[in-house]
C-alpha cells in the first residue's frame, strides 16, 4: 500500500556549472526519494563533459548545453514538463534523502507557496527596507528562498508572469535571481522550513565559485525584490500583507548591518 503523498509525482531539476564534481552526490540523493519520478540534470558549462562525472541512471534526463546558460534555466525546464510539483536544489549543498522527502512533504500539506531549508526576509531599517541573507534552521515565513525550492507549476508560471510585469523580456536578462522571481511567484510568502544540519560544499563561500560572492550580487537581488514590492498593485495573485514589511531589525542585527 501507498503512504500518503507517494501519489504526488515530482521533477526534480539539477544544474551543473563549476561543481561537476558535486552533481552524482546530489543526483544519488534525489534518485532515492519516493517521490521524485524524473530529474533533469542541465549541464549549463559546455567546457566540461558531465559524462565524466554522473553515471547512467532510469530517472536521469541529462542535458548537455552548447552555450553557457544561467540559474534561470531551471523554471523554463519546468515550465515545459508536466508535473505539477518541482523541486530543484543548488549544487554547494548536500541534503539527504530523509530532509527531500520530508520538504517534499511540507509542499504537498501546503502547496500554494514554494517550500525551502534556506531564505531571506525584507525588513525595515533606519536606512530604509533591506534583504537580510542567512534564515536557516527556522521554521518561518520568508521573502526570498535561496537554493533550494520545492514548488508547484503554478509558482513557476507566475515567476515568467513577472517578467512582463517588471519589463522585461527574456528570463536570461534575470541571471542568477531566479529565486528572487519565484519567491514572489504565490500569494503568500513562501515556507523555510528546519530540517536540521544542512550539510555545505567547502566552496559555497569561494570567491571563484560561488555566485553571491560576486562583486554587486546583494545590491542588484536587494533592488529586484524592492521593484517588486513597488510593483504589487500590478501583480493580481499577491495578496496585500505578502508585500507589507512590518519586521524590523533588532538592535544587534542593525548594528551588524551598519557596520
Not at 66 to 72: E, I, L, M, R, S
Request: proline share 5%; aromatic share 10%; with cysteine.
Amino acid at each position: 500500500m501507498r503512504v500518503a503523498h507517494e501519489e504526488c509525482s515530482v521533477t526534480a531539476i539539477l544544474l551543473s556549472y563549476l561543481r561537476p564534481e558535486n552533481i552524482q552526490r546530489i543526483f544519488g540523493q534525489l534518485a532515492k526519494s519516493k517521490y521524485i519520478d524524473k530529474i533533469i540534470v542541465s549541464n549549463n558549462n559546455p567546457d566540461v563533459d558531465l559524462c565524466v562525472y554522473i553515471e547512467q541512471h532510469p530517472k536521469l534526463t541529462l542535458i548537455q548545453q552548447v552555450v553557457h546558460y544561467p540559474p534561470w534555466i531551471r523554471f523554463e525546464f519546468a515550465a515545459h514538463e508536466p508535473a505539477n510539483y518541482f523541486f530543484s536544489v543548488d549544487d554547494d549543498i548536500f541534503l539527504s534523502v530523509e530532509q527531500i522527502d520530508l520538504l517534499l512533504e511540507r509542499l504537498f500539506d501546503r502547496p500554494v507557496v514554494p517550500h525551502g531549508v534556506w531564505g531571506q526576509r525584507i525588513v525595515n531599517t533606519p536606512k530604509g527596507l533591506k534583504l537580510v541573507d542567512g534564515v536557516q534552521g527556522q521554521s518561518r515565513s520568508v521573502d526570498v528562498l535561496n537554493r533550494v525550492y520545492a514548488c508547484t507549476k503554478e509558482h513557476v508560471l507566475n515567476s515568467f508572469k513577472l517578467l512582463k510585469i517588471l519589463g522585461l523580456d527574456h528570463a536570461r536578462k534575470i541571471g542568477p535571481f531566479e529565486d528572487v522571481l519565484l519567491s514572489f511567484g504565490s500569494a503568500e510568502r513562501p515556507f523555510c522550513h528546519d530540517l536540521g544540519v544542512l550539510e555545505e560544499c567547502d566552496s559555497s563561500s569561494s570567491l571563484e565559485k560561488a555566485l553571491h560572492m560576486k562583486p554587486g550580487f546583494i545590491g542588484l537581488r536587494q533592488q529586484l525584490a524592492l521593484d517588486i514590492l513597488e510593483r504589487a498593485k500590478d501583480i493580481p495573485w499577491l495578496e496585500p500583507e505578502r508585500c507589507t514589511v512590518v519586521e524590523y531589525l533588532s538592535d544587534y542585527e542593525r548594528f551588524l548591518l551598519e557596520t
